[in-house]
């Protein structure tokens, strides 16, 4: 009987056999593709901007976007207008996020107008969407849109 319970004493207290080297727990399933990631030199150069309200059809309006491989430098500017800086503020992911602003707004005459743009990259065309908060009391003080540049030649 004593032989009995030092057998099951060594069979419990052994080292269990290794587990397959392809079996680690907690490891993510590898994806097809990596995430895409963005520098401000993917998006360096000038872009020709259409822009429209979220959910409305047709162009709300037109501008050229100035980029840089860098933080600096960077403009918008409407037909007619003087250029407009625009600050990066981040460079995340497949995102740049950036803002302009106060300036008077082209939708909105003789109303000063803040934005944040959220861009990526999209089959060679800079796409993303524009928070704009206008200045003024009352309702309709934030627009959402979107946008799609392309590279201008």
């Not at 872009?47 to 162009?59: A, D, L, Q």
């Not at 709300?60 to 800086?85: C, E, H, L, N, Q």
Request: include cysteine.
């Amino acid at each position: 009987m004593r032989n009995c319970w030092i057998a099951l004493l060594v069979v419990g207290c052994s080292k269990p056999a290794d587990e397959p080297a392809d079996a680690t727990v907690g490891e993510a399933p590898a994806t097809a593709e990596a995430a895409t990631t963005i520098s401000l030199a993917d998006v360096a150069g000038t872009w020709k901007v259409r822009s429209s309200v979220e959910g409305k059809e047709g162009t709300a309006v037109t501008y050229d976007m100035v980029a840089t491989a860098d933080r600096s430098g960077w403009s918008i500017t409407f037909p007619g207008r003087k250029p407009i800086p625009v600050r990066v503020v981040a460079v995340e992911g497949d995102s740049i996020v950036s803002e302009a602003g106060p300036f008077e707004s082209a939708l909105r005459k003789g109303v000063q107008v803040s934005t944040r743009v959220v861009s990526r990259l999209q089959d060679g065309k800079l796409v993303g969407t524009t928070r704009a908060r206008y200045q003024v009391s009352g309702p309709d003080t934030v627009a959402h849109l979107n946008f799609e540049g392309t590279r201008a030649p």
